[in-house]
Nanobody
Framework: QGYLAESGGGVVLAGGSLRLSCLAS????????MQWYRQAPGKERESVAY???????FYSDSVLGRFTISRDNTKNMVYLEMSNLKPAATAVYFC???????????WGTGTLVTVSS
């Protein structure tokens, strides 16, 4: 059993920055692929960025160059640094932990980011 807890959401003006954090209370955190998703009102869930256990990082085209995902395995934390935020980034941001063999997956409850124009 384990759980994830996101924090750091809030209201920010367009062009501003925020840093989201996710604390993962799971064993062997270092072995998990960690991902940030977001879901805007009335829209489907969208993958934003993920970081693999070997620290390789991947981003959606919509955030490439403006968002940075990172992890600290000593603290069981994953972060999402967001800059030059646009109103379209308004969404609930979720943290996800995924392990392939045996399959394990954990979700957080999300943190709301609101970007005002």
């Amino acid at each position: 059993q384990g759980y994830l807890a996101e924090s750091g959401g809030g209201v920010v003006l367009a062009g501003g920055s925020l840093r989201l954090s996710c604390l993962a209370s799971i064993e062997n955190f270092y072995a998990y692929e960690m991902q940030w998703y977001r879901q805007a009102p009335g829209k489907e869930r969208e993958s934003v960025a993920y970081i693999k256990s070997d620290f390789r990082r991947f981003y959606s085209d919509s955030v490439l160059g403006r968002f940075t995902i990172s992890r600290d395995n000593t603290k069981n934390m994953v972060y999402l640094e967001m800059s030059n935020l646009k109103p379209a980034a308004t969404a609930v941001y979720f943290c996800d932990a995924d392990f392939s063999t045996p399959p394990r997956n954990y979700w957080g409850t999300g943190t709301l980011v609101t970007v005002s124009s």
